[in-house]
C-alpha cells in the first residue's frame, strides 16, 4: 500500500521560504507524477504543481516565480519550495500521487502551514 | 484557468435518499473530469475519475457521468460514512482546478 507523508515546518515568517518534503513509502517514486495541493479557507483546494520523477515539472502560472519543485528518487522524496511567503499562503498542504496525469490515487495526510510572525 | 462550478453548495438528506450533485466546466473538458470526497480534517479521497470510473474499492453507490461542460456525481443510497463535501475536479488543461465543493449534510 503506497503512503505519502508530508513534512516541514508548520510555521514560517512572511517574506521567508515555506519548504516542505513527501516521503513516500511502499512504492517506488521513480515513476507517475507527484503534485503538492494545497487547502485554504478562502481559496478552497489549489494545484501548485507537479513533477515527473525525471525532474521535469509544471507549476501553477499563479505560483510561478515563486515554486521550486524537486525530486529525490534516492530518498523515495519530492519536495516543495515555496518562497515570498504572505499569510495568503497559510494552508493545509497536501502531498498526492497522480497515477496518470491529472488524476490522484493516493494523498498524504496534509500538514498545516501558517504564515505568520 | 478553467472554472469549475458544482451545485448546490449544500444540501441536506436522510439515509437511504438518492444524491445528485452537478458540476459545471467553464469549457469543454472532455471527460477529464474527476470526483473526491473529504471528510472534516481528512484529505481528499478519490472515487471517480474520466467522469464515470470508480476507483479501485469504491462501492457500486457511486456513480457519474457526462462530459464537455456538464457532470453529475450521484449517490444512489447514501449511507452514513458519505456525509461529506464533494469536489469536482477537470484535468484537461493545467493547472488542474476544483470546484469549490459540496456540503452532504444529515437531514
Known amino acids: 500500500q503506497v503512503q505519502l507523508q508530508e513534512s516541514g515546518p508548520g510555521l514560517v515568517e512572511p517574506s521567508e521560504t515555506l519548504s516542505l518534503t513527501c516521503t513516500v513509502s511502499?512504492?517506488?517514486?521513480?515513476?507517475?507524477?507527484w503534485s503538492w495541493i494545497r487547502q485554504s479557507p478562502g481559496k478552497g483546494l489549489e494545484w501548485i504543481g507537479y513533477?515527473?520523477?525525471?525532474?521535469?515539472?509544471n507549476y501553477n502560472p499563479s505560483l510561478r516565480g515563486r515554486v521550486t519543485m524537486s525530486v529525490d528518487t534516492s530518498k523515495n522524496q519530492f519536495s516543495l519550495k515555496l518562497s515570498s511567503v504572505t499569510a495568503a499562503d497559510t494552508a493545509v498542504y497536501y502531498c498526492?500521487?497522480?497515477?496518470?496525469?491529472?488524476?490522484?490515487?493516493?494523498w498524504g495526510q496534509g500538514t498545516l502551514v501558517t504564515v505568520s510572525s | 484557468d478553467i472554472q469549475m462550478t458544482q451545485s448546490p453548495s449544500s444540501l441536506s438528506a436522510s439515509v437511504g435518499d438518492r444524491v445528485t450533485i452537478t458540476c459545471r466546466a467553464s469549457?469543454?473538458?472532455?471527460?477529464?473530469l474527476a470526483w473526491l470526497q473529504q471528510k472534516p480534517g481528512k484529505a481528499p479521497k478519490s472515487l471517480i475519475y474520466?467522469?464515470?470510473t470508480l476507483q479501485s474499492g469504491v462501492p457500486s453507490r457511486f456513480s457519474g457521468s457526462g462530459s464537455g461542460t456538464d457532470f453529475t456525481l450521484t449517490i444512489s443510497s447514501l449511507q452514513p460514512e458519505d456525509f461529506a463535501t464533494y469536489y469536482c475536479?477537470?484535468?484537461?488543461?493545467?493547472?488542474?482546478?476544483f470546484g469549490q465543493g459540496t456540503k452532504v449534510e444529515i437531514k
Open positions: 498526492a500521487r497522480e497515477e496518470n496525469n491529472g488524476i490522484v490515487d493516493y
Open positions: 511502499g512504492g517506488s517514486i521513480s515513476t507517475y507524477y
Open positions: 513533477i515527473y520523477y525525471s525532474g521535469i515539472a
Open positions: 469549457q469543454g473538458i472532455g471527460n477529464y
Open positions: 474520466a467522469a464515470s
Open positions: 475536479q477537470q484535468y484537461n488543461r493545467f493547472p488542474w482546478t
